[in-house]
């Protein structure tokens, strides 16, 4: 099966159509060895979103209180498995 492509200028047409033409920030809560290279892939798709326009930035915290925090709705994004 081959990679999706990746279209850059159709995804930020979206985010355009969406009501955010200039992009916006947002921090990705991950947790630091859940699963291995967790952080790693973390900080992928920051470099990922934040080349599409949305600024994005990595927060790194023990599997305790990362899900204790995202459990009580503490974060707009967390990754976990």
Excluded: C, K
Excluded at 19 to 31: A, L, Q, V
Excluded at 33 to 61: K, M, N, P
């Amino acid at each position: 099966m081959p990679p999706p492509r990746y279209e850059l200028d159709q995804a930020r047409a979206l985010l355009r159509e969406a009501g955010y033409p200039d992009g916006f920030r947002i921090t990705i809560h991950s947790p630091n060895g859940w699963f291995a290279s967790d952080t790693d892939v973390a900080q992928v798709i920051a470099q990922g979103w934040t080349r599409l326009g949305i600024e994005t930035r990595v927060e790194v915290l023990p599997p305790a209180n990362l899900f204790t925090r995202a459990t009580a709705r503490e974060f707009s994004m967390f990754m976990t498995t």
